[in-house]
């Protein structure tokens, strides 16, 4: 049977999000028996089973769920350049990010109307985690990390910073002792954040003109009472009042001004994060992730807690 193999690739894409033949084929307005046909013949045209039929479902083969993700960004990017030379100044698409949960809960999240407002037909997935992805694999369009980037597959331009402070409760600082030098920490219970993706905890950084002073668990009692892996779980056992936690500054500022939350050590500067926007190297870079990085940087400029 001939067929349009990038018709039939999109037809396959739709076919996965549906989990049915009928739905998608509704949605193309072709005929199911027609569309089925023509999946058969790409899965005979790679040599490989694309997808698993049952009479409820249709769902993908693992080599299918893999032809999924990386023809799904391709076919997206083929519309957006078939737009561009269309209509040189409508955007559209799918924009697929990875941001660290604070970059998003405190800074992309509360804005992102306004670059919604001004790019109406682009769709946006949003994953937020302190995983770092695969952006190539993941079919990620781009991402803002933290840290020093290593990865040498990425365009990687810090673009800011993210701020911590420790703090704890009035609460709880007042049912224990001051806390004026980093040795007073040793009278106190420390929540420390374990990065799920590697089993590394936070490191507090004092970072001051004389020396650079490692702040870890093992000041406080020993070692940490309560380690948590998940951000805002984190950010709640803070807030209960179950100790001193290393936080970003972005969370803390609302219950600090509100005096919920005491910052402790304040002479002590804590050295911020870096923050990187991130793109996989392919030569080409889509027209919605050149708007989006625009409109980040205008945002930054715009919140200066987030400044280089």
């Not at 409760?169 to 374990?194: G, R």
Request: glycine share 6%; hydrophobic share 40%.
């Amino acid at each position: 049977m001939a067929f349009d193999k990038l018709e039939v690739m999109r037809a396959f894409c739709r076919i996965v999000e549906t989990g049915n033949f009928k739905k998608a084929s509704d949605t193309l307005n072709i005929a199911s028996t027609t569309l089925s046909g023509q999946i058969q013949s790409l899965e005979t045209y790679l040599g490989i089973k694309l997808l698993h039929r049952t009479t409820r479902k249709v769902f993908p083969t693992v080599d299918g769920l893999q032809y999924y993700r990386q023809i799904l960004p391709l076919l997206d990017e083929l519309d957006e350049i078939n737009q561009e030379i269309q209509q040189q100044h409508s955007i559209s698409g799918l924009l697929k990010l990875e941001l660290p949960s604070p970059v998003a809960d405190f800074l992309i999240v509360p804005n992102l109307p306004s670059f919604l407002a001004k790019y109406p037909q682009l769709r946006v997935e949003i994953g937020s985690s302190e995983r770092i992805s695969d952006l190539m694999t993941e079919g990620v369009d781009c991402a803002v990390r933290g840290g020093v980037i290593t990865d040498d597959n990425l365009v990687a331009k810090m673009i800011g910073k993210m701020p911590f402070c420790l703090c704890a409760t009035a609460n709880y600082l007042q049912l224990h002792p001051p806390i004026h030098t980093v040795q007073d920490l040793q009278k106190h219970d420390y929540l420390a954040f374990k990065f799920a993706s590697t089993g590394k905890i936070a490191k507090v950084i004092v970072d001051d003109t004389s020396k650079t002073q490692v702040i870890d668990g093992h000041l406080f009692h020993g070692s940490p009472k309560q380690t948590y892996n998940n951000a805002q779980t984190y950010y709640q056992a803070i807030l209960a009042g179950l100790g001193i936690g290393y936080v970003p500054l972005a969370f803390a500022m609302p219950y600090l001004k509100k005096g919920d939350l005491v910052e402790v050590l304040t002479d002590y500067p804590l050295q911020a994060m870096p923050i990187s926007f991130v793109y996989y190297y392919s030569g080409y870079i889509p027209k919605r992730v050149k708007v989006f990085r625009e409109w980040l940087d205008e945002l930054i400029l715009e919140h200066p807690l987030w400044q280089i």
